[in-house]
């Protein structure tokens, strides 16, 4: 047992951003997907190597120095992946297919996780959510009754030593803490019921413990253990059994006669006085609690936790606004006094939500260049921070003189507060926010678009190519006129008009070549908002997006969206979806400025695309889609502060789509997050069609409708985009099937999980091709349950049907499939 840690640094941060600076990550993971033969797994992990001594290095660069300051990362994919397969934990499905546990630093790990992550031909990969209320998404770990499990620190005991002998650096490990790790987890899913979600912890446990023996056994003198669950509300296990088996957890572990220092850190929240003081009674050796969104420990809690050092975690992890150093010295004035033992200062959570480093943005605005702070600046403020608490803050002086004299500036700014904007937005009325009957508004959209029984339709985007995204960056950089730009765009549009018509959709989309980003594109086009060159997040896997930084009071100088969509519109005969991200998404997924209400803000944001509705409106636009899929990701960890939440957001939608006419179709769509806690708010928007991810969650999401009797027409997702994977003709409509039969044939809609940018074309077309095969064959089979009953013959027989000639009638529209399924891979197709 560690009675004696080495002493825990002044100064130190919870994780930094591992994708890389020019996101070398991203391309070395997806040269591999795309051609393992020229770019193996090796090529990989060569990539992770350079990016932890780059890591490692630039944080000792920034003011890291002491041992132990810098965390040891480099995850290939996720840190949640990482950590369970550092239990050993693959599902059975894919140990039957071949996948045996592996470590991830190795090419059968990097094969391993490949097939986790994105499925493979014959296996679908792990469900896919949100990290607590971020737009980062972890895979979900599977770990059932019976799942096998077995320490292999092999991964991390080579990076600790790698980086030492690299650049000399000493390191400190990180995993997610066992009581998170099964809490964020499910059970496998061949298993018939759910299992209790901390049933394994004893077991779990025991691994963990043989994998800090391991690393104490390389050298290792302080790990980190992640349990950002204590932060959230909302488990299915009541409060007190989750804190008895964390105490439980880490009474086990910090007993444990050879083993690293233990740091638990508990990031993206308030732990809460009973997590503190149960950690307090185990021996655990450091506890890193958040101060930016939680407060100073209660005297009791400190008063347990004795001597042992806290990290304050005074520096927002989540944000890019400069620290409030005067607030962060006062709150670490409050926790020194307070505490019995040493105070060091770091972030309140990972740095893996923000970009790199503000200095190489050479284009921004100068003025929001001094007012924000990315990943390295961040750790320059951590660095000041804890040089004050060592020195007195008279040693930082000229630094808390200088945030004070910017953030003053920044209140001055004429673009941070507008009087015409704010006087517009106090002035929004409840009808402001209330469109006609929805039965009402049913009828007269039927009567208008005249669609089939389980129209089918996709959520907006289509296949980004590489010449697409060209003709973007040659006319942003002037290279093509803006002629030559159009004529582009125009015909890419042209060309998925007549994809989907070949395919047989039934409501089409323009597809969205002219945008980079659903949330950056109306950024640009918007007032109030600032784009950046670099400053690139992970989302999930290798996806990486740019959030926006929403600086000042924002308005829509002119129409965003009306043109491109009216020219799909001229191209066919079918109805073509005019496509915007709603208010809470472009704030979810945008830096939002700090001084002004979210609840504001969401409005301005909301009134800009009302007008942009009703150009839309205007040039005969009859269905209008907004997305909303962060809708459930801003839902607050702490339920106590949910209802104020989804009062703003949910208006913010309704202010939105509100002027909308009675025959507009307003459709919604969100995505990865558990829809089930939010159904009552999804309903409260009011929209006419709802479509929702429900592939890789296991339809979870249709029996919770169903259950609920969800009014509104809903599209449950039938094919996971965010795989490369084609899914089989009987998959999708095996889906549809148990969609129309708990739902209600005549409210479901067929669509795709999410947008289609991120796949090629070939697997975009043949998984279109089943979809639209499918939807045709339940149709049919829809038709000949109907026409049995009517001739009152038992209803529900199987159809006899061929999914190549079936063929259905709803009011005037007749709908036939548009080939024979698509064969199982692009490849065959």
Not at 152 to 165: D, F, W
Not at 198 to 203: A, E, F, G, M, S
Not at 675 to 703: C, H, K, P, Y
Request: glycine share 6%.
């Amino acid at each position: 047992m560690s009675t004696q840690p080495v002493p825990f640094p002044a100064a130190t941060i919870l994780g930094y951003p591992r994708i890389g600076p020019d996101r070398e990550l991203k391309r070395a993971l997806e040269s591999y997907w795309k051609d393992p033969q020229q770019h193996p797994a090796t090529t990989v992990l060569d990539t992770l190597a350079r990016l932890r001594e780059r890591t490692a290095t630039r944080l000792s660069e920034l003011g890291l120095t002491t041992d132990h300051a810098v965390p040891s990362e480099g995850f290939a994919v996720d840190h949640v992946l990482d950590t369970s397969l550092a239990l050993g934990a693959v599902p059975a499905r894919f140990i039957a297919d071949g996948y045996e546990p592996a470590a991830p630093d190795t090419p059968r790990g990097i094969e391993l996780i490949t097939a986790l992550s994105r499925g493979t031909d014959r296996l679908e990969p792990l469900e896919m959510t949100k990290w607590f209320d971020t737009n980062y998404h972890y895979y979900v770990p599977e770990i059932g009754p019976d799942t096998p499990l077995r320490a292999n620190p092999e991964s991390l005991v080579s990076r600790y030593r790698t980086t030492l002998g690299t650049t000399g650096i000493t390191t400190r490990p990180v995993l997610v803490g066992p009581v998170s790790l099964l809490l964020l987890s499910r059970p496998e899913t061949t298993d018939a019921v759910a299992s209790h979600p901390l049933q394994r912890l004893d077991d779990v446990v025991a691994e963990y413990a043989a994998i800090l023996r391991a690393l104490a056994e390389a050298g290792v003198e302080w790990v980190q253990l992640d349990e950002p669950a204590l932060a959230a509300d909302g488990w299915s296990v009541e409060r007190t059994e989750l804190v008895a088996a964390l105490e439980s957890a880490y009474t086990q572990l910090s007993n444990e006669q050879q083993r690293p220092a233990i740091l638990v850190t508990v990031g993206y929240g308030d732990a809460g006085e009973d997590a503190q003081l149960a950690l307090a009674h185990t021996n655990v050796d450091a506890l890193a609690i958040d101060l930016d969104r939680g407060d100073v420990p209660g005297k009791k809690a400190l008063e347990a936790w004795g001597e042992r050092p806290v990290v304050g975690g005074v520096v927002g992890g989540r944000t890019v606004w400069r620290t409030d150093l005067a607030r962060a010295v006062e709150t670490l004035d409050r926790l020194r006094a307070a505490a019995r033992g040493p105070v060091a200062v770091g972030t309140a959570t990972p740095l893996l939500h923000v970009p790199h480093d503000v200095a190489r943005e050479t284009a921004l605005d100068p003025n929001v260049t001094s007012w924000v702070a990315f990943a390295d600046q961040k750790v320059t403020e951590v660095v000041g921070l804890a040089r004050g608490v060592e020195h007195g803050w008279d040693a930082i002086r000229d630094t808390l003189d200088e945030d004070a004299t910017i953030r003053a500036a920044r209140a001055e700014h004429p673009a941070t507060h507008k009087a015409e904007i704010r006087e517009r937005t106090a002035a929004v009325q409840d009808a402001d926010r209330q469109r006609a009957d929805a039965e009402q508004r049913r009828a007269a959209q039927r009567e208008r678009l005249r669609l089939p029984v389980l129209p089918t339709t996709t959520i907006g985007s289509f296949p980004q190519t590489p010449q697409i995204r060209k003709t973007r960056a040659d006319h942003r950089a002037g290279r093509i006129t803006e002629a030559e730009y159009t004529d582009a765009i125009r015909a890419e549009i042209a060309h998925t008009v007549r994809v989907q018509e070949e395919l047989g959709l039934d409501v089409l989309v323009h597809g969205e070549p002219e945008r980079n980003d659903m949330v950056q594109y109306f950024a640009e086009g918007l007032d109030g908002f600032v784009t950046t060159q670099h400053g690139w997040v992970q989302s999930y896997g290798s996806r990486c997006t740019r959030p926006s930084i929403l600086f000042g009071d924002v308005s829509r100088p002119a129409p965003i969206t009306v043109d491109w969509t009216s020219y799909a519109a001229s191209l066919t005969e079918r109805p073509v979806k005019g496509m915007l991200t709603g208010p809470v998404t472009i704030l979810a997924w945008s830096f939002v400025r700090d001084d002004a209400p979210a609840a504001e803000v969401a409005d301005q944001v909301a009134l800009a695309l009302r007008d942009e509705i009703a150009d839309l409106e205007r040039a005969g636009t009859p269905v209008i889609q907004v997305d909303e899929p962060a809708l459930r990701e801003l839902l607050p960890l702490r339920a106590a502060e949910r209802p104020a939440y989804l009062e703003w957001s949910v208006g913010a939608f309704r202010l939105a789509t509100g002027g909308a006419a009675t025959d507009t179709q307003i459709h919604t769509h969100l995505c990865y997050s558990e829809f089930e806690t939010v159904l009552g708010a999804i309903d409260a928007l009011d929209a006419d069609v709802t479509t929702l991810e429900a592939s890789r969650s296991g339809s979870g999401i249709v029996t919770g409708l169903a259950a609920s009797d969800f009014p509104r027409d809903v599209g449950p997702g039938v094919w996971d985009i965010h795989s490369p994977r084609v899914p089989t003709f009987e998959e999708l409509a095996g889906r549809i099937r148990h969609a129309a039969h708990e739902i209600g044939a005549e409210r479901v809609w067929v669509n795709p999980d999410c947008g289609l940018k991120t796949r090629g074309w070939p697997e975009t077309e043949a998984a279109l091709d089943r979809l639209v095969a499918a939807t045709v064959t339940v149709r049919a089979e829809l038709s000949a349950d109907d026409a049995a009953r009517t001739a009152g013959a038992p209803a529900g027989a199987p159809a006899n049907v061929d999914p190549n000639d079936a063929t259905t009638v709803s009011g005037s529209v007749t709908v036939a499939a548009s080939s024979t399924p698509a064969a199982d891979t692009p490849a065959q197709r």
